[in-house]
């Protein structure tokens, strides 16, 4: 089973790094963004609650804290990662791989935390 943890961290830390990234270019670059998302026809002000969600998500993912919360955190996750497909294929910008990128390493960390994490 230590196979499994190591390969949960990796997944998750890959997320993690992903979902910080973003919701740092969300708050340090938010001109930009609001642009983009803008452009993508979701109202601006959902820039700054779309931050502190991925930052929660990451912590909850990260800490563990409640079985269910982190359950929460991954169905958060995957809903954004799919709205986020899909509103770059509706906009026909060609950016919808990062969300894909950002659904596999959801579902890989969910899928190793939930097959190995409390067998070892």
């Not at 993690?16 to 938010?30: D, I, P």
């Not at 991925?54 to 079985?67: E, N, S």
């Amino acid at each position: 089973m230590k196979a499994a943890r190591i390969t949960h961290w990796i997944f998750t830390g890959l997320l993690s790094a992903l979902l910080l990234m973003s919701a740092s270019m969300y708050v340090f670059n938010h001109d930009e963004v609001s642009l983009q998302v803008a452009a993508l026809g979701f109202p601006v002000w959902i820039i700054y609650p779309l931050a502190v969600m991925k930052v929660l998500g990451v912590l909850m993912i990260l800490t563990k804290f409640k079985t269910w919360l982190t359950e929460w955190a991954y169905a958060g996750m995957v809903f954004n990662m799919l709205l986020a497909f899909g509103a770059h294929m509706a906009a026909g910008d060609g950016e919808q791989f990062g969300a894909v990128i950002a659904f596999v390493l959801v579902i890989g960390s969910f899928a190793t935390w939930k097959s190995g994490w409390k067998a070892s």
